[in-house]
């Protein structure tokens, strides 16, 4: 895949519109004597803010050295500087950087989204090493510059807090302050891109918070197997089947399942899941009619877009069925993305959870090792001591 270059980053330059910043700025919950915007690009977000509170000191900083430029031209009060926020000699280099210190009382920012090819970016926060997507990395390193009283006002991605790389990221940051979506953006809020996108405070907490321990209600059928399918729908043909064969099943064929199988496509046998389950989608709106029971022990072939849960037996996976359908609402509301909403694994297991299940990712293709294993009953017992079950 193509490096992540810098002419990439300035490409990935879609400026919040005024409005917007104007509804960034109303998040605040301080009265701030400096600000700083480390994606400042053309300064609405700063130019939000002084017509906020007029008499706050402003530090921008920005990749493009050329609109750092333009901004400084209509700003000549502003701290500005030229600063690549992914390379720590750059950041090193800055003397804005080194002179903000750990001072700063309100960062706002929108970072680039873009994400070409994967690419991480080692951060370190709080004694901890993350790999993380470029929109996080900017929170973490702005946060470097925050006051332990300061606020972070952020526009991200949609769904960024369920990205399951992210995760472990904001579950430190969420140990110590409190992370809220206190506004959610539509496709069409920024000109040039069609990307939802969220408002993320970051403030203080009282006190650190221990980790939650989920209220669980006891089940006799309480392991799940949970399996995400493997084949992508674009690529069927490069699995066709050479001689055994399976049915393929795609989200849209969801709706369509019953007791028996429909026609579908096929392919290789290889890479089927053994059944029954229940099936849901990974990706796309779902409805009550894509959580469907599939009774027959007949293998399927799992598109990606596809999750299946498997159980002892049927009368557990009628039961997880029921279970599905009656937190329908709260189960679409686990599904974000700034594009097509998608459920992650990480997710959906504890969506389960909250249920009272134990659930266990297991790779697609072939039967169920689930028996009640040693590892289930573990996990289970684990919770219940907690709970002092």
């Known amino acids: 895949m193509p490096r992540l270059d810098r002419m990439d980053r300035l490409r990935d330059a879609f ?27 053309d300064g609405s977000l700063l130019r ?4 906020t509170w007029p008499d706050v000191r402003v530090y921008g900083l920005d990749i493009d050295l050329g609109q ?30 080194k002179s903000t210190g750990a001072n700063i009382d309100l960062v706002v920012l929108n970072p680039p989204f873009s994400y070409r090819g994967g690419q991480s970016k080692r951060v370190s926060y709080d004694g901890s090493d993350y790999a993380l997507t470029p929109a996080s990395t900017f929170v973490a390193q702005s946060m470097t510059r ?33 992370v809220e979506t206190v506004a959610e953006f539509s496709s069409t809020a920024f000109k040039g891109t069609r990307t939802r996108s969220v408002l993320i405070a970051i403030r203080p907490s009282i006190s650190p918070r221990p980790a939650a321990v989920v209220d669980l209600p006891l089940r006799a059928h309480s392991c799940v197997e949970l399996v995400r399918g493997r084949v992508p729908v674009h690529s069927l043909a490069k699995f ?39 099936t849901l989608p990974r990706v796309g709106r779902v409805r009550g009619e894509h959580i469907r029971l599939v009774r027959t022990p007949k293998s399927l072939v799992l598109s990606d877009c596809v999750f299946a849960l498997r159980t002892e037996n049927i009368a557990s996976l009628e039961v ?11 189960l679409q509301r686990e599904y974000v993305g700034g594009c097509a909403p998608y459920l992650t694994i990480r997710r959906l297991k504890h969506f389960l959870a909250q249920r009272g299940y134990c659930c266990h990712h297991v790779p697609a293709s072939g039967s169920s090792a689930l028996a009640r294993t040693s590892s289930c009953e573990s996990d289970m017992s684990q919770v219940h001591e907690r709970l002092g079950i």
């Open 48 to 51: 939000a803010a002084m017509s």
């Open 320 to 330: 997880i069925q029921t279970v599905l359908l009656e937190g329908l609402l709260e």
């Open 146 to 178: 925050l006051a332990p009283s300061g606020e972070v006002l952020a526009v991200l991605p949609a769904g960024i807090l369920s990205l399951e790389r992210d995760a472990d990221f904001w579950s430190a940051v969420a140990t110590h302050r409190t």
């Open 68 to 97: 750092i430029a333009r901004t400084r031209t209509r700003y000549p009060d502003w701290t500005l500087e030229q600063v690549d926020m992914f390379s720590e000699r750059s950041r090193a280099a800055s003397a804005t950087w």
């Open 240 to 278: 066709s089947p050479i001689t055994e064969s399976a049915p393929f099943l795609h989200t849209r064929d969801l709706a369509g399942l019953a007791d028996r199988v429909p026609p579908l496509p096929q392919a290789a046998s290889s890479l089927a899941t053994v059944g029954p389950f229940v």
């Open 15 to 41: 400026y919040t519109p005024d409005v917007l910043a104007q509804k960034v700025l109303t998040a605040a919950t301080i009265r701030p004597s400096s600000v700083m915007d480390p994606a400042v690009g």
